[in-house]
């Protein structure tokens, strides 16, 4: 071999085309795999308390919940993705999916979606059609079906409302998006009056997008800003119990009540804020959970005011003082006989889930302008790095109330809409899980990204009903999802965009 030759052959890299596939390695992978399954969830699924004495039942149903069974499954999966790993294929997908990027991406001007949004719009109808299809040939349940329908049109519109609109420049959404509004707003009657939208699923849909709201809310707290908040759920408590007791010592309505509790909020957000201006990260997430035991515990014990663990009655929504009883108040005919239409309970949930939509379409657009206002950067300037940012002249005083002003705000408007829908509140509707549940929809969604946000919370409530055969295992399937995610996305489900500003071209 020449000097040449030895040069490229220790500078140049060696290149396979056909990888060795180790099968024996696989195998004991995948068995491994399989083996720690069965260990872990095996007792969990399989294990039966028969009074003072434990039973084991091998295929203890349903089976996709079997622990015994998961192992199987868990060994097989694994022993293919194994063996693929190895494959030519394999390695270039591997080395696609593992590159390594910052946690904001800038906005890509080639973006298919947003330049072409008739392949959107087709799937997305083509979508709709084969879900309809299913509903009305009974493979699945129609109000499930048609429930779905409605949320692919809120997928659109909330992408519609999302994508910035420049001015003086022709944007197609900008008039897609307000023909989407009036769809969303119309086809819930509609379908309810065909009758393949039944109440029990308007209600479903309305306890979305409560949810939907307060991650919006908690967005801002910890996607934008970076404060890690784990008592967010003491606005929307806030909320809830401003209308019920409201009602009940003031004689305040659902109207005055969506008005007032917000301020209420946005104050106990600033109450909260300025002991924590100076904590960061575990200290300030001890306080705030802290802090949301607090108004927990205080609506538990203050039993003469809040009615305690027996909790309060929180009264339904009007419409112009028409109330959407049986029977209405004196002076006041009920909706269905202003109307002069039959008496039906689908009335007051279509109108609480309307009302809500067109709150989390108002509250998306302006999440999405303050995002791109000078305190939306703020924010993102003090996530990044609070002492850079204070170098830049940021008061960091206003930049932190202003994020928990604005996320307390929109979780006091989801708790006035809570209590409407529940009709009833108590302590219990506002523990610490619930705090994880709306922090999980953030980091599931992606923080900092709002579609990916409304797709995390409309999953994580929507799932267990339509799952309604494993709901035991509801908890389970739920830390399985959670660990799935962290090792695939962990920047979530879509990963928040910066947007690109460029220079004009000059006059």
């Known amino acids: 071999m020449t000097t040449l030759e030895s040069t490229q052959t220790l500078d140049t890299p060696q290149r396979f085309d056909t990888p060795r596939i180790d099968v024996m390695h696989s195998i004991k992978d995948a068995l491994i795999a399989g083996v720690l399954t069965m260990v872990v969830l095996g007792p969990i699924t399989n294990l039966v308390l028969d009074q003072y004495e434990f039973g084991f039942e091998l295929l203890r149903t349903p089976l996709l919940v079997n622990g015994i069974m998961l192992g199987v499954v868990v060994a097989i999966g694994r022993l293919v993705f194994s063996l693929f790993s190895q494959t030519k294929i394999g390695l270039n997908l591997l080395n696609v999916v593992g590159r390594k990027s910052g946690k904001v991406q800038t906005e890509n001007k080639g973006f298919t979606l947003k330049n072409k949004p008739g392949a959107l719009l087709g799937l997305s109808a083509l979508l709709c059609a084969v879900l309809a299809a299913l509903g009305l040939t009974g493979v699945m349940h129609v109000g499930a079906a048609f429930a779905l329908v409605l949320l692919v049109v809120f997928m659109l519109l909330s992408y519609g409302v999302s994508i910035p609109k420049t001015p003086g420049k022709f944007n197609i959404w900008r008039h897609l998006t307000p023909l989407l509004f009036v769809a969303g707003f119309i086809l819930p009657i509609l379908l309810n009056q065909l009758g393949v939208l039944p109440r029990v699923w308007v209600s479903n849909l309305t306890l979305a997008l409560i949810y939907v709201l307060l991650g919006l809310g908690l967005n801002i707290v910890v996607g934008l800003a970076g404060l890690l908040d784990l008592g967010f759920v003491a606005f929307y408590a806030v909320g809830a119990y401003f209308l019920a007791l409201g009602a009940q010592y003031l004689d305040i309505g659902f109207w005055t009540a969506l008005l007032c509790a917000p301020l209420l909020a946005a104050i106990c957000g600033a109450i909260l804020g300025f002991p924590v201006l100076r904590m960061h990260g575990d200290y300030l997430a001890i306080v705030t959970l802290g802090f949301g035991e607090i108004i927990r515990l205080v609506l538990t014990n203050w039993i003469d005011f809040t009615g305690g663990p027996n909790g309060a009655s929180a009264p339904a929504p009007t419409l112009f003082g028409l109330a959407f009883s049986r029977r209405g108040s004196e002076g006041n005919p009920p909706f269905h006989e202003f109307f002069n239409i039959s008496y039906s309970r689908d009335y007051e949930a279509l109108f609480i889930y309307l009302t809500l939509f067109v709150v989390?379409?108002?509250?998306?657009?302006?999440?999405?302008?303050?995002?791109?206002?000078?305190?939306?950067?703020?924010?993102?300037?003090?996530?990044?790095?609070?002492?850079?940012?204070?170098?830049?002249?940021?008061?960091?005083?206003?930049?932190?109330?202003?994020?928990?002003?604005?996320?307390?705000?929109?979780?006091?408007?989801?708790?006035?809409?809570?209590?409407?829908?529940?009709?009833?509140?108590?302590?219990?509707?506002?523990?610490?899980?619930?705090?994880?549940?709306?922090?999980?929809?953030?980091?599931?969604?992606?923080?900092?990204?709002?579609l990916g946000i409304i797709i995390a919370a409309l999953a994580l409530t929507l799932l267990p009903e339509l799952m309604r055969d494993f709901a035991d295992y509801r908890v389970l399937m739920f830390g399985v999802l959670m660990i799935i995610m962290m090792i695939w996305r962990p920047h979530g489900l879509i990963r928040p965009k910066r947007p690109v500003f460029s220079r004009g071209k000059p006059s």
């Open 360 to 450: 989390v379409v108002i509250m998306l657009r302006l999440f999405n302008r303050l995002r791109h206002m000078p305190i939306g950067r703020s924010w993102e300037a003090l996530r990044e790095d609070e002492i850079a940012c204070r170098s830049l002249g940021i008061n960091h005083v206003t930049v932190k109330l202003s994020a928990f002003m604005m996320g307390a705000m929109t979780g006091g408007i989801a708790g006035v809409f809570f209590a409407s829908y529940q009709g009833f509140i108590n302590p219990s509707s506002f523990n610490f899980f619930e705090s994880v549940l709306i922090l999980c929809i953030v980091v599931l969604g992606g923080m900092g990204s709002t």
